[in-house]
């Protein structure tokens, strides 16, 4: 499947109950079992490429995994040297996780993925790993992959980041884990918080103070997770963008976590006019329940806070800018340009090809409102750059290439992008 033709849209009526499960929580659910004892029971796990890679991982590097198909039960006697290369697939997320977690592990273990996350800046993690004892290389001084680490003991820590990247703190948090003292980690800005909310359910001793977390190493093995990986916002959010541009259109996303880290693309859609309702149906190791959004005239504005908590989302809130009324613009938004493709540069030229006028800064864009043409676009490898462009299809037709991309996070994003149009498939 390489081309896909998007028919446009007159609006629709949908309540939506599969949406994805969440990426970043099924990657962590299937790592931190591994410093569980005991068995992890996961349902609603996402089987996609990318999650799957770190189950993969996981059962390479020792853990007995029992898979029925609804639930995956985990039981570690803890981390194992594998002969095996350890493929993230296009996972940062996996990679940059498993970077922390492995430092301190006995033996030896090589991180790789494919050409486009070979290709992504790994030295952000790689370098703090490093300054507190991690053994850790690959090309580029340690900047890029494959990475190769042999475990060792690590430093206690009090480490600042520069940059709000719930990547960066998960490994530095999985590091602390298994540190020589208590540790602390403090970021610029809140950024998202699963990786906390999940190890401190599982009994680790970690505390959050405004920016600052801090972390104080296991005495013992965490109780295993017992967990449903909630419906994933950042899928969510296409279909949310969907209603909210296409007129005379509704749609329930049922499931989704609300996590407030996590919604801040909805807060924006929001500001924006969209119609949106939250109703909260359960809390447990995060708050869940389902997002109303109607469609609404939407307005322009600005998004330059809390970047870190809709930095995926940002290429499909983009759609909404090309779509309203006024110049909106992205600030802040530097890490756009280190994702699975530079999401500025292709957003950018996406929407030029559309018609759409816009201006490119280092850190971010500004959208002039107007009317989406027809256009052919190519994803360049970005499953969220596929996605963003296929749902602007909805108000006027497109035609989108590089698709096999979008396997790796919302493997039924076509079954329900179908029930709201046509689409031809090249």
Same mark, same amino acid.
């Given at each position: 499947?390489? @081309? ?29 079992? %591994? ?21 993969? =991982? ?87 992959? *494959? ?70 190493? %296991? ?8 967990? @449903? ?17 296409? *007129? ?58 809390? =970047? ?75 499953? @969220? ?42």
């Amino acid at each position: 499947m390489s @081309r896909v033709v998007v028919i446009p849209c007159e609006g629709f009526t949908l309540n939506i109950s599969e949406i994805a499960p969440d990426k970043s929580i099924s990657h962590r659910s299937v790592m931190f079992a %591994m410093l569980a004892e005991g068995t992890s029971e996961i349902t609603n796990f996402l089987r996609a490429e990318d999650t799957l890679n770190s189950l993969n =991982i996981v059962k390479n590097l020792g853990a007995r995994v029992v898979d029925d198909g609804v639930t995956i039960k985990i039981s570690s006697e803890g981390i194992k040297e594998s002969s095996e290369i350890l493929d993230c697939g296009n996972s940062g997320t996996g990679m940059r996780l498993f970077c922390g977690l492995l430092s301190s592990a006995e033996g030896h273990f090589v991180l790789t993925g494919d050409e486009y996350l070979r290709r992504r800046p790994m030295k952000r993690v790689t370098a703090p790993l490093r300054n507190i004892g991690a053994k850790l290389d690959g090309r580029n001084d340690g900047d890029l992959a *494959p990475l190769s680490i042999r475990g060792a003991s690590l430093q206690a820590f009090n480490y600042e980041s520069k940059i709000a990247s719930a990547q960066v703190k998960s490994a530095m948090i999985l590091a602390a884990l298994r540190a020589d003292g208590i540790c602390t980690y403090t970021e610029p800005e809140l950024s998202r918080d699963h990786t906390e909310r999940m190890l401190k359910g599982m009994g680790a001793e970690i505390s959050v103070d405004g920016l600052k977390t801090t972390i104080t190493p %296991m005495k013992k093995l965490l109780s295993p997770l017992k967990i @449903r990986v909630p419906a994933d916002p950042s899928s969510a959010f296409f279909f949310a963008v969907a209603a909210a541009i296409t *007129p005379n259109a509704s749609i329930i996303l049922e499931g989704v976590t609300l996590n407030e880290t996590r919604i801040e693309a909805f807060r924006a859609l929001e500001r924006m006019g969209a119609n949106i309702k939250y109703e909260q149906t359960d809390d447990k190791y995060e708050p869940i329940g389902n997002i109303h959004v109607k469609y609404a005239p939407l307005k322009a504005i600005t998004v330059e806070d809390n =970047i870190s908590w809709l930095i995926d989302e940002l290429p499909v809130l983009s759609i909404a800018f090309a779509c309203a009324d006024g110049e909106s613009i992205i600030k802040n938004a530097e890490e756009l340009r280190v994702k699975e493709s530079d999401r500025i540069s292709t957003v950018v030229s996406g929407l030029r090809a559309c018609g759409i006028e816009v201006d490119e800064y280092e850190d971010g864009y500004k959208v002039k409102g107007g009317v989406l043409k027809a256009a052919k676009v190519d994803s360049h490898g970005d499953h @969220r750059i596929a996605m963003s462009f296929i749902i602007a299809g909805l108000r006027c037709g497109m035609e989108v290439s590089d698709l096999d991309c979008i396997n790796t996070s919302f493997p039924n994003f076509f079954e329900l992008l179908q029930k709201i149009t046509k689409v031809e498939f090249k």
